[in-house]
């Protein structure tokens, strides 16, 4: 039986008139079980067969695929999709699925042999197939895909891959892998955020099979098929913002159901064991020192089921010893967050040509990554600027960057490290 | 639902016992023998007044851990009898207040019990300790117990909890109620001289019992392992202050660590602090530094000693006094002398609102009330004993404060 645990960080004493309340809850869920613990679980492994793809990656994608099934627990459904500028259900053929035992995990392999490549990039047409199929097994309430590329959505309009995207939503999720250094960090970016998904870059062809098998193994082990953060706020405050910082960076502020006036729920989407952390922010209406008020109840919901529960405060205090300190928590994720929107505006100014304007967000994300002791990012910014001075944020752009590089520090600016306990 | 008379929390003990111990007074939610006239369960801090409220606020900090059900802190006065459906709606907006103790349209806090509270063991012995306006929390405790015979025997103890220091207000509470039952023990015989002695050595005894609280309390509580480091201080362990004044018969024992106080303001005439602060501005003062220049100072409250794990001296300081006409003892905290502090004047004050015959819980509240009028800025704690007269001279009766030698250097106390 899966359990929940809320932790709340935060500084809960404003100083007078003080009105903004933030918190770091902590969710950690353990015993979750495997996929399929409560309902049945479905997979899709969405594999790009544009012609773009070639000999190399084509080979890798087939073998990431089989290496993905492999891990696909026997009783879950499955599917495997082809796509180029439209999108085929290779196997079990037709928009449907089968479940997972011996003799389908060997035909879905021959299946999976059998793919060469052709045609161009429509994603959205293989977002609408994988809906379809899923909608097959009404049965299956986790539904989970991997989505590999390797090129620009060519075949479709912008309009009408958002549109695929905003018709997927909700309906399963996904995690999107980009290989090689032809494919759009933002086009892929767009359908993870939506799908509650990660995305990542595959460098090298032969990283692509233990990317994916790590990918199917972690799918594996969710048995939460979905939970939600259920937010409640006092009458007369407004929601400044949620998101998940932790372990990477999701604006959830807008994706906000209603249960009540004063309730709200955010999808968070299936659960493993694993802990991920929330940053959300309240504005109250200032009250006299010495007085107390609730900010927040935050909660994790799964079905009808409340699992846990955390309190976000608020106290007025004329103590300016109590009022000033800010939560090492709070503050350690305002600035992850801070660094990920200073590395995704440099490198769209420097793509743009901009380059003193990328300079300046690039030389603020060294800052931010070194005050924040966020070494994987400085490790990447690095590739892409000489740093002069992390204190002071003073870089120069280097002249000759690996494109796959830079792509590496967009898909990485998302990830946050914790902070250190 | 509490089973609890709520007549049976406040019947006076039997006449001529100590009070407590034999009473049959059970706690409604865990079970704990309690005395009468207690307004909260010492084991399971429950409120034992009838209709209570519930929902204990997860406990205060940076770093909380609340699953569905939060613990209660004990001594909060608010942990759910689970089948209390009688809650109070919220003081704010008249909404429900939900389990985890706060309204569930407007996150007012339910009104903790420990907010204002009032204490009667006898008729002529009461005390009300309030919160205050400006801080969020009441850190003060009083703990009374009292023969009914006007006059006979009464014990008064005032705890105010340090407020820099974490989890105060139970140290407070504890320290009170655990003075008080070494105070409400038998009560020694023989002549004047004899029983100050005694009491001396009991107070001395009564302190050492609160202390033992005070340090036992468990501070870890917010500086638990999922503090992030960069977050953790050093939190000071709770710690607290202590007054504790016993009437019997003609005499008057008081003892004191910190900066709460008692004082004589007799009905006519004699008007004197019994007390001396343990402060910074005390000791300037002592040291020839002119009290307004003393008083003004930043520092001028800063206590030097307490009760808790980090205190340097915990034993009390004893004064005596006999009485030479009818008054009263009052003891209380610096919420309330903070705004009137010399002898003659609180005399004054308290002679505004005191008829002939009055009632020590409505003027403990006037005073209470007068304290909130002038801004409220700490919790504030009146406790008074009417004293009606001297009993007749058995000897050295000397109507003035005399301090009795605890193994100091004599001469050091006025």
Redesign the interface.
Same mark, same amino acid.
């Given at each position: 039986m899966a359990e929940f645990k809320a932790e709340v960080f935060q500084n809960e004493y404003l100083a007078d008139g003080g009105t903004d309340v933030h918190a770091v809850v902590s969710v950690t869920c353990s015993g979750a079980g495997a996929a399929g613990s409560s309902g049945d679980a479905a997979e899709i492994i969405i594999v790009d067969i544009s012609t773009s793809m070639g000999v190399d990656k084509m080979n890798a994608a087939r073998q990431g695929a089989m290496v993905a099934v492999d891990q696909i627990n026997d009783g879950v459904w499955f599917g495997i999709i082809a796509g180029n500028e439209r999108a085929v259900n290779i196997y079990p053929g037709r928009a449907a699925m089968v479940r997972m035992d011996p003799s389908t995990r060997a035909a879905a392999k021959q299946a999976i042999a059998g793919l060469r490549t052709s045609g161009g990039t429509a994603i959205g047409t293989w977002l609408h197939l994988a809906s379809a199929t899923f909608d097959q097994v009404p049965s299956a309430t986790q539904r989970h895909a991997i989505l590999l590329t390797d090129g620009q959505n060519q075949s479709e309009t912008p309009e009408a891959f958002a549109a695929a995207i905003a018709a997927a939503e909700g309906r399963f999720q996904c995690d999107c892998r980009g290989v090689g250094a032809d494919w759009q960090v933002a086009e892929l970016r767009s359908i993870a955020t939506a799908l509650l998904g990660t995305v990542d870059l595959i460098a090298r062809p032969e990283d692509l099979a233990a990317d994916f098998e790590a990918l199917m193994r972690d799918a594996m082990s969710r048995g939460v098929a979905s939970a939600a953060l259920r937010l409640w706020t006092p009458q007369g405050s407004n929601i400044l913002f949620v998101r998940q910082v932790a372990p990477t960076l999701e604006e959830l502020t807008g994706r906000r159901t209603e249960i009540n006036p004063l309730t709200g729920d955010y999808p968070t989407g299936s659960w493993g064991d694993e802990s991920r952390d929330y940053h959300v922010a309240v504005r109250v209406a200032p009250k006299p020192i010495g007085s107390e008020q609730l900010a927040a109840r935050v909660s994790l919901v799964v079905g009808a089921d409340v699992m846990s529960a955390g309190l976000v405060k608020a106290i007025w205090s004329d103590d300016a010893t109590l009022t000033t300190r800010i939560n090492a928590a709070v503050a350690h994720f305002t600035g992850q967050a801070e660094l990920a929107d200073a590395i995704q505006e440099g490198l769209a100014a420097k793509a743009a040509g901009d380059d003193a304007t990328a300079t300046t967000k690039l030389g603020r994300a060294v800052q931010l990554a070194a005050e924040t002791g966020d070494e994987d990012a400085t490790a990447k910014l690095r590739k892409v600027v000489d740093i002069d001075d992390p204190d002071t944020g003073t870089v120069r752009l280097k002249r000759q960057v690996d494109k796959l590089d830079e792509m590496a520090l967009d898909t990485a600016s998302t990830k946050t490290t914790r902070v250190k306990r | 639902m509490s089973d609890l008379d709520p007549s049976a929390v406040t019947a006076p003990a039997t006449p001529g016992d100590p009070a407590a111990v034999a009473s049959e007074v059970r706690c409604p939610s865990c079970g704990e023998v309690v005395v009468p006239g207690d307004q909260f369960c010492e084991g399971c801090g429950a409120s034992l007044v009838g209709g209570a409220d519930h929902g204990a @606020? $997860?406990a205060?900090g940076? +770093?909380?851990? +609340?699953?569905?059900q939060?613990a209660a802190r004990p001594a909060d006065g608010a942990a759910a009898p689970a089948s209390s459906a009688a809650a109070r709606p919220c003081p704010a907006?008249g909404g429900a207040i939900?389990d985890?103790g706060?309204?569930?349209?407007?996150? +007012? @806090?339910a009104v903790s019990e420990r907010d204002h509270f009032s204490e009667q063991p006898a008729p002529w012995v009461a005390a009300v300790c309030d919160?205050?306006?400006? !801080? !969020?929390r009441n850190e003060d405790a009083v703990a009374l117990s009292a023969d009914p015979a006007p006059g006979s025997f009464a014990a008064l103890v005032v705890c105010d909890g340090v407020s820099s220091s974490v989890d105060s207000d139970l140290a407070s509470l504890s320290a009170a109620r655990a003075a008080r039952d070494v105070l409400s023990g038998p009560r020694p015989d023989g002549g004047v001289a004899g029983r100050l002695t005694a009491w001396s050595a009991r107070i001395t005894d009564a302190a050492a019992a609160a202390n033992e609280q005070a340090v036992g309390v468990n501070a870890v509580e917010s500086a638990s $392992?999922?503090? @992030?480091? $960069?977050?953790v201080e050093i939190l000071s362990p709770p710690s607290c202050t202590f007054v504790a004044a016993v009437v019997d018969g003609p005499v008057i024992v008081v003892g004191s660590v910190g900066d709460s106080r008692a004082y004589w303001l007799g009905d006519a005439g004699a008007a004197v602090a019994l007390t001396q602060d343990d402060s910074w501005a005390a000791d300037q003062i002592g040291r020839g530094v002119p009290r307004s220049v003393a008083e003004a100072d930043s520092k001028a409250h800063a206590i030097t000693r307490w009760l808790g794990a980090d205190s340097p001296d915990a034993t009390p300081t004893i004064v005596s006094w006999q009485p030479d006409g009818p008054g009263w003892l009052l003891v209380c905290s610096d919420g309330l002398w903070n705004y009137c502090s010399e002898a003659a004047d609180l005399a004054a004050l308290l002679h505004s609102f005191a008829p002939h015959g009055a009632d020590p819980v409505e003027l403990a509240g006037s005073l209470v009330a007068w304290a909130n009028e002038q801004g409220g800025q700490d919790n504030i704690t009146v406790a008074l004993a009417r004293v009606d007269g001297p009993a007749p001279a058995t000897g050295d009766a000397t109507g003035a404060a005399t301090a009795i030698p605890t193994g100091a250097a004599p001469g050091t106390q006025p």
């Open positions: - | @606020p $997860a205060e940076d +770093a909380r851990t +609340a699953q569905v939060p907006c939900a985890d706060y309204c569930e349209v407007c996150g +007012a @806090p919160k205050g306006i400006r !801080h !969020h $392992a999922s503090t @992030p480091t $960069a977050e």
